[in-house]
């Protein structure tokens, strides 16, 4: 089955480019492009096929990228989002991660680097190269001081190591059969880790498991 892909980008040429790079791509298919976030919103309202992945630029007319990210996160949580935008500052990177982004990538990474991020995007729910891994440790060390709206302690043992095996790259069907539970259960833990940390996605819900010592950056760097 192919990956659904969604533009956002307010750039016609730039916008062109990707989805040409993209469709040439035998597992990925741009079903739609938008040219900000208020057209991106009104097409996935009226869209009988919804995409898996959203690529989003920042700077964008009408509605920028960041409330357009914050939007979809909070109405879509099943659609992850790319951001990919010329912004390369520490503050972009923690607020997009904060609202919910799955990956943040910079305009000037290479084809190939943009694919490999939606392949993992898809098959892990999030996706940091070198650079945003750094700006989360630094973001981690200043949030231990910070006492946690939800304690780490109340998670259960087997809610940590459904964490730890997502964060390994294990799908549903692997976790369940590492575990000996049904892939019904695997689900039912996933939901039940979102709904207790309030996280918005997977990606949220990784960077809260390294806020709460939960997670190593190398556990999700591999």
Same mark, same amino acid.
């Given at each position: 089955? =192919?990956?659904?892909?969604?533009? *956002?980008?307010?750039e016609p040429l730039f916008? $062109?480019? @990707?989805?040409?790079?993209?469709?040439?791509?035998?597992?990925?298919?741009?079903?739609?492009? *938008?040219?900000?976030?208020?057209?991106?919103?009104?097409?996935? =309202?009226?869209?009988? #096929?919804?995409?898996?992945?959203?690529?989003?630029?920042?700077?964008? +007319?009408?509605?920028? /990228?960041?409330?357009?990210?914050?939007?979809?996160?909070?109405?879509?949580?099943? @659609?992850?989002?790319?951001?990919? %935008?010329?912004?390369?500052?520490?503050?972009?990177?923690? #607020?997009? @991660?904060?609202?919910? *982004?799955?990956?943040y990538l910079v305009k !000037? %990474?290479? +084809?190939? !680097?943009?694919? =490999?991020? @939606?392949?993992?995007? *898809?098959?892990?729910?999030?996706?940091?190269?070198?650079?945003?891994?750094?700006?989360?440790?630094?973001?981690?060390? /200043?949030?231990?001081? %910070?006492?946690?709206a939800f304690e780490s302690?109340?998670?259960?043992?087997?809610?940590?190591?459904? &964490?730890?095996?997502?964060?390994?790259?294990?799908? %549903? =069907?692997?976790?369940?059969?590492?575990?000996?539970?049904?892939?019904?259960?695997?689900? /039912?833990?996933? $939901? $039940?880790?979102?709904?207790?940390?309030?996280?918005? !996605?997977?990606?949220?819900?990784?960077?809260?498991?390294?806020?709460?010592?939960?997670?190593?950056?190398?556990? &999700?760097?591999?």
């Amino acid at each position: 089955m =192919k990956l659904k892909i969604a533009l *956002a980008d307010d750039e016609p040429l730039f916008r $062109n480019g @990707i989805s040409f790079l993209l469709q040439r791509e035998a597992d990925i298919d741009v079903i739609f492009e *938008a040219s900000d976030g208020s057209e991106l919103l009104d097409l996935l =309202k009226s869209a009988d #096929n919804l995409p898996d992945i959203i690529i989003m630029d920042l700077k964008m +007319p009408e509605l920028n /990228g960041v409330e357009a990210t914050r939007i979809v996160c909070e109405e879509y949580p099943q @659609i992850k989002v790319i951001v990919l %935008t010329s912004y390369n500052t520490k503050m972009f990177i923690r #607020n997009m @991660i904060d609202v919910g *982004a799955a990956s943040y990538l910079v305009k !000037n %990474t290479t +084809p190939a !680097n943009l694919i =490999k991020t @939606i392949r993992e995007v *898809a098959a892990k729910g999030f996706y940091y190269d070198e650079h945003v891994v750094e700006v989360i440790k630094e973001d981690i060390a /200043g949030a231990k001081n %910070t006492k946690s709206a939800f304690e780490s302690w109340q998670l259960t043992s087997r809610e940590k190591e459904i &964490i730890q095996l997502i964060c390994s790259e294990y799908s %549903t =069907k692997e976790i369940a059969d590492k575990l000996f539970i049904s892939q019904r259960t695997v689900e /039912g833990h996933r $939901n $039940n880790l979102l709904l207790k940390t309030e996280c918005k !996605n997977m990606a949220g819900l990784v960077i809260y498991a390294l806020r709460n010592d939960i997670l190593t950056i190398k556990d &999700i760097m591999g």
